[in-house]
């Protein structure tokens, strides 16, 4: 009979065994046996997966800000157009002095041959919370543009909000330094 119980017994204690060893043994030995990504793997993946969305979602914002742009400066040059506002080019005032300027665009509120006059037009410019340059002709004027820019959209809303400012002259325009 103790034959018959060890018979019994022996493959117990190995089912027993293999369960313990099954129980406290994660999924990731029997995955890493099977060939399948364990979860070490699988979560790297998926940080992989999140910064490659991530990227994408960045290019395609960017595509959509760059298309924005487009048709903003499309618009704005057809209101331009329109308005019949004044685009001077620097060359029309024989041409910039000295460096030049950085920006492509910006409204011009006055070219004075006289620096007090020059000082004047950026102070009322400023003290209403513009950005102003100082750009020098080669013909002796100083040019005091404001709300200085790359983009199109951008110089024309501000000619149309500098419109309405006491400070601004009606024979404002946009200079274009292209």
Not at 82 to 102: H, M, Q, R, S, T
Not at 155 to 175: D, M
């Given at each position: 009979m103790s034959k018959s119980i060890t018979y019994f017994i022996r493959p117990m204690v190995q089912f027993l065994l293999l369960g313990t060893v099954i129980l406290f043994q994660s999924c990731d030995a029997f995955r890493s046996l099977a060939g399948r990504p364990t979860s070490e793997e699988i979560a790297q993946k998926k940080e992989i997966i999140l910064r490659e969305k991530a990227l994408e979602?960045?290019?395609?914002?960017?595509?959509?800000?760059?298309?924005?742009?487009?048709?903003?400066?499309?618009?704005?040059?057809?209101?331009?157009?329109?308005?019949?506002?004044?685009?001077?080019?620097?060359?029309?005032?024989?041409?910039?002095?000295?460096?030049?300027?950085?920006?492509?665009?910006?409204?011009?509120?006055?070219?004075?041959?006289s620096e007090t006059n020059v000082k004047s037009a950026l102070r009322k410019a400023e003290e209403a919370g513009y950005k102003t340059a100082v750009i020098p002709f080669k013909r002796g004027l100083s040019a005091v543009g404001v709300c200085p820019t790359d983009i199109l959209a951008e110089?024309?809303?501000?000619?149309?909000?500098?419109?309405?400012?006491?400070?601004?002259?009606?024979?404002?325009?946009?200079?274009v330094n292209e």
């Open positions: 979602k960045q290019r395609l914002d960017s595509l959509a800000a760059v298309k924005k742009a487009k048709a903003d400066s499309t618009a704005a040059a057809d209101s331009i157009a329109v308005k019949k506002i004044n685009l001077i080019a620097p060359a029309a005032l024989g041409g910039i002095a000295g460096e030049g300027i950085d920006f492509k665009y910006c409204v011009v509120i006055g070219a004075f041959g110089v024309y809303n501000a000619y149309v909000q500098l419109r309405t400012e006491p400070f601004c002259p009606a024979e404002a325009w946009i200079l």
